[in-house]
């Protein structure tokens, strides 16, 4: 699987939500594209990941 540009591994049955965890992000701060299509933040639990998947997780920064 590739995220942001780089070869990730990942163990059977991981989901976007348990990749997330995983890297440390915070699900409610990011959005995530899977194989340029947005994952609704609603399916991150359900939406499972494979080899030939390519993710994209984009973090929203706050500021001003």
């Known amino acids: ?3 942001n540009g780089k070869n990730h ?12 965890t995983s890297l440390g992000h915070d699900p409610l701060r990011v ?6 299509k947005i994952v ?3 399916r ?3 939406e499972p990941l ?3 998947d390519t ?3 984009v973090q929203f ?3 001003g």
């Open 1 to 3: 699987m590739i995220v």
């Open 61 to 63: 920064v706050g500021g």
């Open 31 to 36: 959005a995530v594209e899977k194989n340029g």
């Open 40 to 42: 609704p933040r609603a």
């Open 9 to 20: 591994s990942y163990s059977a049955g991981m989901t976007v939500q348990s990749l997330l």
């Open 55 to 57: 993710l994209e997780i």
């Open 44 to 46: 991150f639990a359900d």
């Open 50 to 52: 494979g080899d030939a």
